[in-house]
């Protein structure tokens, strides 16, 4: 948005200080200035020349040497417009002048005669749009003066705001409460041109006629009021130069006078509004309604635009006349022959316009302005100072009846909020006397009454629309104003105190210690929304269609993740194409659907343990098995028992190992599943290798405190003896059996168990190389005790089904 500083001076006097620093007190105080624009400064440059002489260049046949008076001697510049002539008047850019875009005039040799200057064409000095030649100044110019006084130009600074940073302030869309801001700002006085004496002298020009348009707003339509007036015998023209210079430097192109005074109104007051040709106008009625069937609208622009039967139009007996607070139709608009027309104002739901503009993708002036929440009793305001403009750019205009109205809401009650001084100071961290807090609030325009030290604050209805809501943002006007550069910044006074850890925190901290610590695992982080192009790779049977994510922004991660197995396996094929072995996992969680309470989480463990050689199965096991008695958690391992359901993993996926799976039982309850995955699944991922996975869930335990029943023993001081042995077995038989059957030797000196190795011999039978470890701490094995108990490993084995291998 940009703003005029010359504009605002109508309003509030602005201190005589640099440009640059208005615009760095503005964004500290109100809100981003981006850019500072300073227009008239090339015509300042250029002055009036007259030439005196024109003479053939000695080395071209277009090229003219022309001599040429400036008020300070003689200059020769070399030039090749056609219409160069002794006693001409035209402007001159003497050597050093910048020109819009960057490029400056430097002394310049052309065709080996040197040239002093530039002599300039309108559209060079953006003062018309002939471009044929020089520009043709009248004789009355007078030779030496500036164009910029010549002209009658005034120079003006021009601030280019981020309009993000006003999109909570509707209020400042319009040089009006730009004003009220820059004379809260410098602590000046607002000017209100339009005030109760100056609607009472319009007023007086409405007549008692019958309006010759009536207004009738549908209840279900976004409208929040609707206001019009008639006016006859206007004439079209143009506009006058002030309001066009102040049009075109905010970035509006001049049209007519009518259609200037709707932008001009709007860019002033920061409420939009539209002026019909009334001729248009069928039946002399505005009727505010849905789109219903009307599904097709071209727009001034002509645009045909697709609508939908929500979208609110304005339109008369017959037809659709605009697009409701975006853009008027193209038949609707004024044209030269006009001379009767009908000024509307309106306010907007800001949701419904931000929602239709954006379908249409069709982004006004005036729907930027509506989608930010306007306040409809500026609705008066703005149409009597477009009927002000007016009757001042046509004399002979004529008010038809009086303002006509529709659709308006029962007022709300001004919003009030109560606060002291001393809560003010306190958040801001500044002290402030009462006097000035109230000054900074009314130089605002907030009403302000104060009731034994207790400050009662009335909000502008443009301010409560959908920017002041409470104290804070009350506090917040008193700090802008003020400066924030102006508090002292100091520490807060916060006691500080140690946090106990959660059991949960404390389990999941033991658990990531534990794995990276003494497992040597990496632990992972993978996105807890996929995709079902994921989980059908994995062949994971729960897709969790009813965990869709209302607007994904991709369908890679469209749901909530049911397990961590379809993570882990896609984590697992990005590593092993540069790792040949590595452990992984990873303490996140899984989501899966409850009737009840929509959705349930569950707080999981996920291990995934990758060798190219050999199968890690055992690997995985065997620190499974450390960490829970790291944990102190009595975790039971049994086969996988197809009768009983297994939630975290349906006993047919198609990942499960036929004989390298089991299923962990914590406290009574299944809590997960260890498994080699299978190499069709592998296959899928691209996996070359062998990957084992587990899945831990500690939800229904995580939070309870676990006792710690660690015994401390010294080290034996005696050395132990360790006898392994293979044995056969089944490949479908767990090695857990033979674990099992070891544990119950009744040999007291017998101290661990534990395997070793696991070799598939074919299809149906597999070696497990089993290791077992005896010591007695109170004295030395004997050779005689070693070779008994050796004994004794191999007759239990063998009598339980697990003969040695030959």
């Known amino acids: 948005m940009i703003v005029s ?55 071209s046949d277009h090229l003219h040497l022309v001599k040429f008076e400036t008020g300070k001697g003689i200059r020769e510049v070399v ?58 100044l009248p004789e009355s110019a007078v030779v030496g003066q500036a164009m910029l006084e010549h002209l009658g130009k005034k120079r003006d600074v021009l601030l280019d705001i981020d309009n993000k940073s006003l999109t909570h302030r509707p209020d400042l869309w319009g040089h009006f409460g730009m004003a009220r801001e820059f004379a809260a700002v410098f602590g000046e006085i607002l000017k209100h041109p339009y005030d109760e004496k100056w609607e009472k002298a319009l007023s007086e020009k409405f007549t008692s006629e019958e309006s010759p348009v009536k207004i009738t707003v549908h209840s279900d339509s976004s409208c929040l009021g609707f206001s019009g007036i008639s006016v006859d015998y206007v004439s079209v023209q143009d506009s006058p130069d002030w309001m066009k210079e102040r049009l075109e430097a905010c970035g509006l192109r001049a049209i007519n006078n009518i259609v200037d005074i709707s932008n001009y109104v709007m860019l002033e007051l920061g409420h939009p509004l539209h002026i019909f040709d009334r001729d248009t106008i069928r039946g002399g009625q505005i009727i505010v309604r849905r789109a219903g069937e009307d599904n097709k609208f071209t727009t001034l622009d002509e645009v045909e635009r697709e609508l939908v039967p929500g979208d609110t139009l304005v339109c008369d007996s017959e037809r659709a006349s605009s697009i409701a607070g975006i853009m008027g139709g193209l038949d609707s608009g004024v044209k030269e022959s006009t001379s009767r027309i009908f000024i509307e104002t309106a306010n907007w739901k800001d949701s419904e316009i931000r929602k239709t503009s954006s379908r249409l993708g069709l982004r006004t002036d005036a729907s930027q302005r509506y989608e930010k929440c306007l306040d409809s009793r500026q609705n008066k305001q703005t149409l009597l100072r477009a009927l ?47 006097s000035t807090i109230i000054s900074i609030l009314e130089s605002l325009e907030f009403s302000v009454v104060e009731r034994g030290g207790l400050l009662s604050i009335t909000v502008p209805s443009y301010r409560s629309t ?37 059991n949960a925190k404390k389990m999941t901290r033991n658990i990531q210690d534990f794995l990276v610590l003494r497992a040597r695992a990496h632990e992972v982080l993978t996105y807890p929304m996929v995709g079902e192009k994921l989980l059908k790779k994995a062949s994971w049977p729960q897709l969790n269609e009813e965990l869709i994510l209302a607007n994904a922004l991709s369908p890679e991660s469209d749901r909530m993740r049911p397990s961590l197995v379809p993570s882990l396996l896609q984590a697992a094929a990005l590593n092993q194409k540069t790792n040949s072995a590595f452990r992984l996992f990873e303490v996140g969680r899984s989501y899966l659907p409850d009737n009840k309470k929509f959705s349930t989480e569950r707080s999981q463990i996920g291990l995934a343990w990758f060798s190219k050689k050999e ?15 790291f944990l102190n958690l009595k975790v039971k391992m049994s086969r996988p028992d197809y009768r009983s359901v297994n939630p975290y993993v349906d006993p047919e996926w198609a990942g499960l190992h036929p004989s390298e799976t089991l299923n962990f039982q914590v406290m009574g309850k299944v809590a997960g599943f260890i498994t080699s995955v299978h190499p069709i699944i592998c296959r899928d991922f691209k996996i070359k290798g062998n990957l084992s996975i587990a899945i831990l869930d500690i939800t229904d335990f995580e939070t309870r405190q676990i006792k710690d029943k660690t015994k401390y023993e010294p080290l034996s001081k005696f050395p132990s003896s360790t006898f392994d042995c293979t044995v056969v077995t089944d490949t479908k038989e767990p090695v857990a059996s033979i674990i099992s059957v070891l544990n119950k030797v009744k040999i007291k000196e017998l101290e661990q168990v534990s395997i070793v190795d696991v070799y598939e011999m074919d299809k149906d039978k597999k070696a497990v190389t089993v290791r077992t470890t005896f010591c007695d701490r109170e004295k030395t094995l004997s050779g005689e005790f070693i070779s008994h108990a050796e004994k004794t490993v191999m007759e239990t084995l063998e009598s339980n089904g697990f003969p040695l291998k030959q």
Not at 38 to 50: I, Q
Not at 483 to 497: A, K, M, R, V, W
Not at 615 to 624: G, K, T
Request: some cysteine.
């Open 615 to 629: 199968s890690p199965f055992m690997d995985l096991l065997n620190s499974l098995d450390d960490m829970f008695r």
């Open 466 to 502: 959908k920017d002041i809501e409470c104290d804070a943002d009350i506090i917040e006007e008193i700090g802008r104003i003020i400066g924030y550069d102006n508090i002292e910044p100091s520490s807060p006074l916060n006691t500080i105190s140690a946090v106990r850890l959660s």
């Open 388 to 434: 002000d403009l007016v009757l001042q750019l046509c004399p002979k205009a004529k008010v038809v009846g009086a303002i006509e109205s529709d659709g308006y809401k029962e007022e709300k009650a001004p919003l009030i909020l109560e606060m002291t001084s001393e809560h003010i100071c306190r958040v801001l961290g500044k002290h402030i006397e009462s």
């Open 5 to 59: 500083i010359d504009w605002i001076k109508d309003f509030v006097n602005i201190p005589d200080i640099s440009p640059d620093e208005i615009a760095t007190r503005f964004t500290l105080a109100t809100c981003e200035v981006e850019e500072v624009l300073l227009t008239g400064e090339l015509l300042k440059s250029v002055s009036v020349a007259r030439i005196t002489d024109v003479t053939a260049h000695p080395d």
């Open 79 to 136: 030039c090749g417009a056609p219409n160069v002539k002794p006693g001409l008047k035209v402007p001159y850019a003497p050597i050093g002048t910048t020109f819009p875009g960057g490029f400056t005039l430097v002394p310049k040799k052309i065709r080996g005669v040197m040239s002093e200057g530039m002599l300039c064409s309108e559209t060079e000095l953006s003062i018309g749009s002939d471009d044929s030649g020089l520009a043709e």
